[in-house]
């Protein structure tokens, strides 16, 4: 057998469940393991079972629409707190067996509440210490902040819209002065999404004013205005 043929027989055979193998659950890497089990159930659409909890007991004569939403959740609740179960350690198993995925999910995030403390210093951390430089791309910047908004909203810490954007504007160089002030000044309400849009533009506007400088007049360009100085005599 070829080695693109082996390669091809390894893929075929790999499955998303099959990282969970890899990380199961002792009571050391919580943050891991739920990682890992994140992962595998949004490629399965069924995270929502984790994020929300069990939907109220139906009432008689439930339109269809209702009953069929509620008997979707319990069946994925099962299926992933069966799969919650068996990537877990013997103790934690028989500690958690007769939950249901909800109940399981926020009992371990209690139990492992220390940990999930450290990762969101870690997190808010980093994101503090965050600041973009000058010239290099907002779009990776942005990417990178949102990184860690995310990180904060699964460890169950949402800063929300009005201070993730506060902290992007805070974290951009001197060459965005003017935008944060007439940002700020006019009052904008925006999203994330649309802050970033803002942002592109800003920069590709920024790009083509340098790129219509001449080389030399380009070097008494001041970072944070913009303004070029004009030698004495010109």
Not at 61 to 71: G, L, R, S, W
Not at 113 to 120: A, D, F, N, P, T
Not at 161 to 166: N, S
Request: aromatic share 8%; proline share 4%; glycine share 4%.
């Amino acid at each position: 057998m070829s080695t693109s043929d082996s390669n091809s027989n390894n893929l075929s055979q790999f499955t998303p469940r099959s990282i969970l193998d890899k990380e199961k659950l002792d009571g050391t890497n919580f943050i891991e393991w739920f990682r890992s089990l994140r992962a595998v159930l949004r490629y399965e659409k069924k995270f929502y079972v984790l994020e929300n909890p069990p939907p109220n007991t139906l009432v008689r004569n439930a339109p269809t629409e209702v009953i069929i939403a509620y008997d979707k959740y319990q069946n994925d609740s099962l299926i992933v707190g069966c799969l919650m179960l068996a990537t877990t350690t013997p103790e934690l198993l028989r500690d958690h067996e007769n939950m249901t995925a909800w109940d399981m999910i926020s009992s371990l995030k209690s139990m492992f509440r220390l940990q999930i403390k450290w990762e969101r210093f870690d997190t808010i951390k980093a994101l503090c210490a965050c600041k973009m430089t000058e010239r290099s791309s907002v779009s990776t910047h942005i990417l990178k902040m949102k990184g860690y908004f995310d990180q904060l909203t699964r460890l169950g810490f949402p800063l929300g819209q009005e201070l993730e954007i506060d902290m992007v504007l805070n974290s951009l160089p001197k060459t965005y002065k003017q935008f944060i002030k007439g940002y700020n000044m006019k009052g904008l309400n925006k999203t994330l999404t649309k802050l970033y849009n803002l942002l592109k533009t800003t920069e590709k506007d920024m790009k083509s004013k340098l790129g219509s400088i001449k080389p030399k007049q380009a070097l008494m360009i001041k970072p944070d205005s913009g303004i070029i100085k004009k030698k004495r005599g010109s």
